[in-house]
């Protein structure tokens, strides 16, 4: 497995292990706050770009790589699927992934393990970011709602149910609907 592309050390997302050395059990924390990447989250809900993140992580060195582990915390902004008002959730996920040596990222890929679930160190550098997409975007609600409750729209008119509790509308059952004309024509023909 090569990588023609390698890591900018300058992103906030990638992370420097040379630190670790190779030694199992050497351990550094990772405190910072970065801007929120492009499409962390789904079509209804997600965590505005350049918003910020921010990450508590652990980095470990044992026997097949480096293991990173932590929480991840911001804020995801969407919609309501009733009532389309805005939708704030607070985002707090764990996260949990090993970064492998490139030999023993060879071994898991020889052993038959997809490419895509083995990330590996780029030198001593690792990329924090599709760890982090992996774990922030299946933890958004998938149906958000502003609350529990929310009665959402008038299937006739669009107008919002909690602003008019009361709200309805006369609805005539369609196979009556010709007998209504039938009143106005009772009504000429009394007057004539």
Not at 51 to 78: C, F, H, Y
Not at 103 to 113: I, S, Y
């Given at each position: 497995m090569e990588r023609a592309i390698h890591l900018d050390p300058r992103s906030p997302f990638v992370l420097d292990t040379h630190e670790l050395g190779r030694r199992p059990g050497s351990m550094?924390?990772?405190?910072?706050?970065?801007?929120?990447?492009e499409d962390l989250g789904?079509?209804?809900?997600?965590?505005?770009?350049?918003?910020?993140?921010?990450?508590?992580?652990?980095?470990?060195?044992?026997?097949?790589?480096?293991?990173?582990?932590?929480?991840?915390?911001?804020?995801?902004?969407?919609?309501c699927v009733r009532?389309?008002?805005?939708?704030?959730?607070?985002?707090?996920?764990?996260?949990?992934?090993?970064?492998?040596?490139?030999?023993?990222?060879?071994?898991?890929?020889?052993?038959?393990?997809?490419?895509?679930?083995?990330?590996?160190?780029?030198?001593?550098?690792?990329?924090?970011?599709?760890?982090?997409?992996?774990?922030?975007?299946?933890?958004?609600?998938?149906?958000?709602l502003c609350r529990p409750d929310c009665p959402g729209l008038c299937s006739e008119c669009g107008a919002r149910l909690a602003d008019d509790p009361d709200h309805s509308h006369e609805i005539l059952d369609p196979r009556w609907a010709a007998l209504s004309s039938l009143e106005g024509m009772s009504d000429d023909t009394k007057e004539s």
């Open positions: 550094r924390r990772v405190q910072r706050t970065v801007p929120a990447p789904t079509d209804v809900i997600g965590v505005p770009v350049g918003t910020d993140l921010e990450l508590d992580l652990r980095l470990e060195a044992v026997m097949e790589g480096v293991l990173v582990s932590g929480n991840v915390r911001g804020r995801a902004v969407g919609e009532c389309l008002d805005e939708v704030v959730d607070d985002v707090d996920v764990s996260v949990t992934e090993l970064y492998a040596y490139p030999e023993r990222a060879r071994v898991a890929l020889e052993d038959g393990d997809d490419e895509e679930d083995v990330r590996e160190l780029d030198g001593e550098l690792i990329d924090v970011e599709p760890a982090l997409r992996d774990a922030v975007v299946p933890a958004l609600p998938f149906r958000p």
